[in-house]
């Protein structure tokens, strides 16, 4: 079973569908702004929409008729700054979650909770005596406490410096790999996204642009839309010379001729928006005769070389498209090897299965014209 969600307000605003699968981590990914928390926060109960259908393993929390508390939801909670009690120890932060519970089983299942989340002996000290990692633990302890269907993360690693958030990444792989509980993490952060999440929904505007396996959102975006929120650089228009066949269309791009992978579907206009990742354009070596088995190769000449530690992001100009710059991405090795430099001449080469044709835009949901109304529960 999943979480099915269909989410609809105008202040803030959200017209957002989706289903979340079962017993992985989901991503909810989208730049500030986007209607993520306040995805989360309808999920948990804390936020009132004009029209809500939350649906959990079949279970409804919340719809026309139905509108459980939060306290009546299955799920586990931890904002983004961790919400803990600061006059209240560790243990003491967890306990809260567990009220159900007579005093000693209270404690035991605290305590064991804070062993799973790596924090036991800390159970006396008080949150301004833990370092923000230790903060964000005690959190996630609380939020397991009570074996939840459910666990909402609203950035939770947002707070921490870079070698604490890389351990927390692990620590909560290993906890989801214990638990199996259904995850859904919102973050703005695309490699902490590929880093720990197997699902992912991309947000613009309340609106769901894509949704599917992680690795296939990041690297193939159905939509320009989607790719720029993905921050793919490399988007282009080509006239289409040849209707699809065989599975495979051909391109008119400036002078140059491409052949890509497409159904008829992928090509409903006489032009196309395509893409390609800057790590897909592969340099070929001037001193190897590649003949007729380079795809799609493209003259071009070195605009601009700028050193990322071991990465280079090189600009390149095409040949015949004075107003039209190519990115691709090398490692610093192989910018020495080939004397990449600006001004140098090089081919590249667009493999057919690289290219990304993209499909047409849903335009954002209209501005909001009625107030919002919202009361936390």
């Known amino acids: 079973m999943s979480l099915v969600l269909e989410l609809r307000h105008d202040g803030p605003l959200l017209d957002f569908r989706a289903e979340i699968p079962e017993g992985r981590i989901t991503g909810l990914v989208g730049p500030s702004g986007s209607g993520k928390t306040s995805i989360l926060r309808a999920v948990a109960g804390l936020l009132r929409l004009r029209h809500a259908r939350v649906a959990m393993d079949g279970d409804i929390w919340d719809d026309a008729v139905v509108h459980r508390l939060t306290r009546e939801r299955s799920i586990g909670f931890v904002p983004q700054h961790y919400?803990?009690?600061?006059?209240m120890t560790a243990l003491g932060n967890v306990e809260t979650a567990l009220t159900h519970l007579s005093r000693v089983p209270r404690r035991v299942r605290a305590a064991r909770c804070l062993a799973l989340a790596h924090v036991e002996g800390l159970e006396a000290r008080y949150p301004g005596e833990l370092s923000g990692g230790q903060r964000q633990r005690v959190a996630l302890a609380r939020a397991i406490a009570r074996e939840p269907h459910l666990l909402l993360l609203d950035e939770p690693f947002s707070a921490v410096d870079r070698s604490t958030r890389k351990r927390l990444y692990v620590e909560l792989r290993r906890l989801h790999e214990q638990l199996r509980t259904t995850v859904v993490l919102v973050t703005h952060d695309l490699d902490e996204a590929a880093q720990l999440a197997s699902h992912l929904c991309l947000i613009s505007h309340g609106q769901l642009v894509q949704a599917g396996?992680?690795?296939?959102v990041l690297t193939r975006p159905r939509t320009e839309r989607a790719a720029r929120l993905l921050d793919i650089p490399n988007v282009f228009e080509a006239a289409v010379e040849t209707p699809p066949s065989e599975g495979m269309v051909h391109l008119r791009w400036g002078p140059h001729r491409l052949s890509a992978v497409a159904a008829?579907?992928?090509c409903p206009h006489s032009t196309v928006r395509w893409a390609v990742l800057p790590t897909n354009v592969l340099l070929a070596r001037q001193d190897k005769p590649w003949g007729d088995h380079l795809e799609n190769p493209v003259p071009a000449v070195v605009e601009e070389v700028i050193e990322l530690g071991a990465d280079v992001v090189v600009w390149l100009r095409p040949?015949?498209?004075?107003?039209?710059?190519?990115q691709i991405r090398l490692p610093i090795r192989a910018v020495r090897r080939y004397a990449v430099a600006r001004g140098a001449e090089v081919t590249v080469c667009l493999r057919v299965a690289d290219i990304i044709l993209l499909g047409d835009d849903e335009?954002?949901?209209?501005p909001a014209v009625i107030p919002?109304?919202?009361s936390p529960v």
Not at 83 to 87: T, V
Not at 319 to 326: H, N, V
Not at 363 to 366: E, T
């Open 363 to 366: 335009p954002p949901p209209a």
């Open 319 to 326: 040949g015949g498209l004075p107003d039209t710059r190519l």
């Open 372 to 374: 919002a109304v919202s």
């Open 213 to 216: 396996p992680t690795a296939e």
């Open 264 to 266: 008829a579907a992928d």
């Open 83 to 87: 919400g803990l009690f600061p006059h």
